[in-house]
């Protein structure tokens, strides 16, 4: 289930001058109706921005929602496209408006020779697109196909380590064994790649996307052909465990 959405502007702005007005924005419009689980946040992220794309509302109001998509996983790619598509059948002029406040909330992507999704970007452009470091090169690189790098986030408690792919890099085909417990959790934090288990059709995991990997699953992870890639590792406590490398994934 995504991280719930809870807005507070009605009360901030309108509370002592509009109480009902306040509580119809930030308790239903955002409360019950942007949680409600028919349509995932980013799908409806999309539609509002192209709703007041085609009223010709070009305010602050739409810049939030803009950031509010970008929060919940639409790149700048797949934004550009958004308003381009719109374009056609809402106005030109209200494309160049709506481009200029994308450009403003993607700034810190659009300002480099790409963004995350490009095999463009360098290994320092991709760092200001995420919150955790992206690391060194990856000891273990000998079981990727490509270049990675590792960043331990924390080694007390529970080991956490960010692990970043350049454009391409997958690992290799691996297994986490235990005798009980064990296994391996991924959290994407950056970027766009795939996980897949042996026999399965593989999962595309974009920021927010959370993969549960049981002890004994043959699987991979790796970056997307166009997009930087980071998730974080977590391992699952377990009796006797240990990893197994296994062939690299083919094309």
Known sequence: MSEKIVQIAGREQLGAFAPEFAHFNDDVLFGENWNNQDIDVKTRSIITVVALM???ITDSSLKYHIQNAKNHGVSQKEMAAIITHVAFYAGWPKAWAVFNLAKEVYCDVASSEGNAESGNVDKESYQ???????????????????????????????????VTFEPGCKNHWHIHHAKSGGGQLLICVGGRGFYQEWGKEPVEMTPGTVINIPAEVKHWHGAADDSWFSHLAIEVAGEETSTEWCEAVEE
């Open 128 to 162: 200001k697109t995420i919150f955790f470091p992206v690391g060194e090169p990856n000891p273990y690189g000998e079981f990727f196909e490509g270049q990675s790098y590792l960043a331990p986030v924390s080694r007390e408690q529970v080991s956490i380590f960010n």
């Open 54 to 56: 085609s009223q010709g």
